[in-house]
């Protein structure tokens, strides 16, 4: 039985943004925090990350419906030897899908285009509560080297 093609990783356009936004909020952390219900802010943000050569926005497109993204940073800086850190952000797969090894097609993706970037180390955070994405990325090859700080800034 011939088995269905992968879903291709690509840049996202900003037709992508709806897409990106739902995955963001499926789940109990992002149904908090994101508003599917205006894409406005979404859209402004999505310009500025795409306008700049140091972000890349990635989506798994299978056959025109996104089933997955992340964000890929990189960050030039002088510790390390003046080392470029890469770091991956916000990766969703749709909740149909997990479990297909998507989400490591993914991330393998941003891995090789931070190493083509010249990019030394990969880093990502993942929220404390997130265990099966912890086990994920430590089955992916990550280690748990660093406790991540958060401070929120209110505006004004």
């Known amino acids: 039985m ?3 093609p992968l879903p291709r990783v690509r840049r ?3 037709d992508d943004v709806p897409a990106i936004v739902a995955l963001l909020a499926d789940d109990p952390l992002g149904s908090r925090r994101e508003s599917p219900g205006d894409l406005a802010p979404y859209r402004e943000a999505f310009a500025v990350v795409d306008a700049d050569p140091s972000e890349l ?3 798994l497109d299978d056959g025109g419906r996104v089933v997955g993204t992340l964000q890929l940073s990189l960050l030039p800086g002088l510790a390390r030897r003046g080392a470029v850190r890469a770091r991956i952000e916000a990766v969703r797969v749709a909740a149909d899908r997990r479990g297909a090894r998507l989400g490591e097609l ?3 993706h941003a891995v090789d285009e931070a190493r083509r970037r010249g990019a030394s180390l990969v880093q990502l955070t993942s929220d404390r509560t997130r ?4 086990r994920f990325y430590e089955r992916l090859g990550f ?3 660093h406790d991540g700080f958060s401070l929120p800034l209110s505006p004004g």
Request: aromatic letters at 0%.
């Open 2 to 4: 011939p088995t269905a």
């Open 57 to 59: 926005l990635l989506v």
């Open 106 to 108: 993914l991330v393998a």
């Open 143 to 145: 280690t748990v080297t």
């Open 12 to 14: 996202a356009t900003a």
């Open 131 to 134: 265990t099966d994405a912890h």
